[in-house]
Nanobody, 120 residues
């Protein structure tokens, strides 16, 4: 059983940057694809980014602004978010999957989420 704990959310202004972290425990971190999803109020949870070994994938809405990375020595995955927009406001969830983590059906473990609010 893998536990995922997100941190780093908060209230920022449009154009600001924020870095989310997700610390994993209870499993072999390097063996999982890790991803980030988000869910805005009254919307469905959506894919943001994932990383499989060193290969990264991004949703079109965040491409060029967000960067996902991982530190296997620290069992941690990060999401660097730059040029934030009000439409990025959501609860951000860390996710782990066996070979990928870019679809809801891929995810085997979820974190509880961290709220990011971007004011205009």
């Amino acid at each position: 059983q893998v536990q995922l704990v997100e941190s780093g959310g908060g209230l920022v202004q449009a154009g600001d940057s924020l870095r989310l972290s997700c610390a994993a425990s209870g499993g072999t971190f390097s063996g999982y694809a890790m991803g980030w999803f988000r869910q805005a109020p009254e919307k469905e949870r959506e894919f943001v980014a994932d990383i499989r070994w060193s290969t990264t994938y991004y949703a079109d809405s965040v491409k060029g602004r967000f960067t996902i990375s991982r530190d296997n020595a620290k069992n941690t995955v990060y999401l660097q978010m730059n040029s934030l927009k009000p439409e990025d406001t959501a609860v951000y969830y860390c996710a782990a999957g066996w070979r990928r983590a870019n679809k809801l059906s891929d995810v085997v473990y979820w974190g509880k989420g961290t709220l990011v609010t971007v004011s205009s």
